[in-house]
């Protein structure tokens, strides 16, 4: 009933940029807020970004901070996470994702445990 599918990664050079996408789709899709994470090679999964359906402010991990922005299209259940001045350390598997729970705060959307649907991700790779 709920699809995620991201798009947008590739290969990219140090200190260029890409746009990565996540579309939403399904009868009983709802949620509150939509993540990013990503996985690089023998690490765990981390958080990246949240954004809130409904507005606020994004919220960012520190290692993206400045450099990454969240955005959304609540017309076309579309996230994005437009992501500059990339280093080979962001260089992971990207995952976006829904959660159905409501929260309030900084202190929520950051944890693997609090999304309820998960897309396949997409491969960034920058090179040095």
């Known amino acids: 009933q709920v699809q995620l599918v991201e798009s947008g990664g590739g290969l990219v050079q140090a200190g260029g940029s890409l746009r990565l996408s996540c579309a939403a789709s399904g009868r009983t899709f709802i949620s509150y807020a939509m993540g990013w994470f990503r996985q690089a090679q023998g690490k765990e999964r981390e958080f990246v970004a949240t954004i809130r359906w409904s507005g606020g402010r994004p919220y960012y991990a520190d290692s993206v901070k400045g450099r990454f922005a969240a955005s959304r299209d609540n017309v076309k259940n579309t996230v994005y996470l437009q992501m500059n001045s990339l280093k080979p350390e962001d260089t992971a598997v990207y995952y976006c994702?829904?959660?159905?729970?409501?929260?309030?705060?900084?202190?929520?959307?950051?944890?693997?445990?609090?999304?309820?649907?998960w897309g396949q991700g997409t491969q960034v790779t920058v090179s040095s």
């Open positions: 994702a829904a959660s159905k729970d409501y929260c309030s705060g900084d202190g929520c959307y950051d944890e693997v445990g609090e999304y309820d649907y």
